[in-house]
């Protein structure tokens, strides 16, 4: 069954969004399907809302997300425990969590009014940050939770644990815990695998490790990890989903587990992971 209602949200900063806004809502209105515009979203585009992020989710049964990758990492971390399937149209390159891009909106309309669309459960990260002597902060990601060192041109020191059991102390300029989703991301370019969405598995990387011996440790997705910092001299920082950084206190310990809510994340039919993986990364096969 097709969705009655879709929340339009947009990243407002992209050139020739506005245009792009009023396009999509245009087409979706020719399939008689109620449209939600998120606020600043219906500033740019001349339309009147007053509706915030949260409040779309709630009414809307799709999130169409116009930008980029960030894009519907902003909107997936404002969502809270309010969790609606999101199909990305890219304005720009494609990206990995966007399916098609601004060229193509038509054809992504058509194919959400006509119920062509598939949807690939993604991974939500827990991120639990448990204070000495006050309540603990819980954040929601779907990429990954990132420690760093913040301006300091130093390497920070971290515990891991996995389950209870000691993992080792890295000795980096940071550290990632990934999602498969997030496995494309920051994790990649630190030199992680590429996860499959749908893998079932978390991965551990080290960002610059001292040690060459410290590489990307992938565990099982029901795992609980714990990191901490094991000195109190230098400021470790974490974010979550590119957020901004909260600097973590000594004694701070951060939980990290598979969250029990997952993000349908929605594709063309003819759009796989290992498609946009190949057209990203520029695989073209062998030479020989």
């Known amino acids: 069954m097709s969705p009655k209602t879709i929340g339009l949200i947009a990243h407002t900063g992209k050139a020739g969004v506005a245009e792009l806004v009023n396009a999509v809502a245009q087409e979706f209105s020719r399939f008689k399907m109620s449209i939600l515009v998120e606020k600043d979203t219906a500033k740019i585009a001349g339309r009147r809302s007053d509706l915030p992020i949260k409040e779309v989710a709630e009414k809307a049964e799709l999130l169409v997300v116009l930008g980029g990758d960030g894009t519907i990492l902003n909107v997936a971390g404002q969502l809270g425990e309010t969790i609606k399937p999101i199909f990305g149209i890219n304005v720009g390159s494609l990206g990995f969590l966007t399916c098609v891009n601004s060229s193509a909106y038509r054809e992504a309309v058509e194919c959400i009014a006509r119920r062509r669309i598939t949807f690939s459960k993604r991974t939500l990260l827990d991120v639990t940050i448990r204070g000495v002597g006050k309540s603990a902060t819980r954040s929601l990601a779907l990429n990954d939770a990132v420690f760093g060192r913040g301006e300091e041109s130093r390497l920070i020191r971290l515990r891991a644990r996995v389950d209870g059991e000691p993992l080792t102390e890295f000795n980096a300029d940071g550290l990632i815990v990934a999602t498969p989703t997030g496995s494309t991301a920051y994790s990649l370019s630190a030199g992680g695998p590429i996860l499959a969405p749908e893998s079932g598995v978390l991965v551990i990387t080290p960002i610059c490790p001292h040690v060459l011996t ?65 057209q990203k990364l520029k695989w073209s096969g062998s030479n020989v």
Request: hydrophobic share 45%.
């Open 214 to 278: 410290n590489r990307s440790i992938i565990v099982a997705e029901s795992s609980l990890i714990e990191i901490e910092a094991s000195e109190r001299d230098y400021p470790v920082y974490l974010s979550v989903d590119g957020r901004e950084s909260v600097r973590l206190k000594t004694g701070v310990v951060v939980a990290i587990r598979k969250a029990k809510t997952t993000l349908q994340l929605a594709a063309l039919p003819d759009m796989s992971f290992f498609s946009v993986v190949r």
